[in-house]
């Protein structure tokens, strides 16, 4: 008896949101995906602020897979007196 697949329900995957971006694609980000990205709306974060904020262990593979979205994450080098870090922002 050969098996029949079940039929795609069309329903969202749970913890996936859909939005519109700026060129009107569709790009589904996951809850977590969500948060960094609005955060990153909001101004210049390192990867030390970002998990303070949002208490995740490493926001560098969510920017990375938001990065593989298409979404324009732009960082930049900052340099104190004695430590060197990345700040993200949108």
Same mark, same amino acid.
């Given at each position: ?23 009107? &694609?569709?790009? $589904?980000?996951?809850?977590?995906? #969500? +948060?960094?990205?609005?955060?990153? =709306? ?5 990867? %030390? ?8 262990? &490493?926001?560098? $593979?969510?920017?990375?897979?938001? #990065? +593989?979205?298409?979404?324009?994450? =732009? ?5 104190? %007196? ?9």
């Amino acid at each position: 008896m050969k098996k029949e697949k079940s039929p795609d329900r069309g329903e969202p995957i749970q913890g996936e949101i859909n939005f519109q971006n700026q060129s009107k &694609d569709s790009i $589904s980000l996951s809850k977590r995906q #969500r +948060k960094v990205y609005e955060l990153l =709306l909001t101004g210049k974060y390192s990867v %030390a602020d970002i998990s303070i904020a949002l208490h995740y262990s &490493d926001p560098r $593979s969510y920017i990375r897979e938001l #990065r +593989k979205k298409g979404l324009n994450i =732009l960082d930049e080098w900052v340099e104190n %007196a004695d430590t060197r870090h990345k700040q993200y922002w949108i």
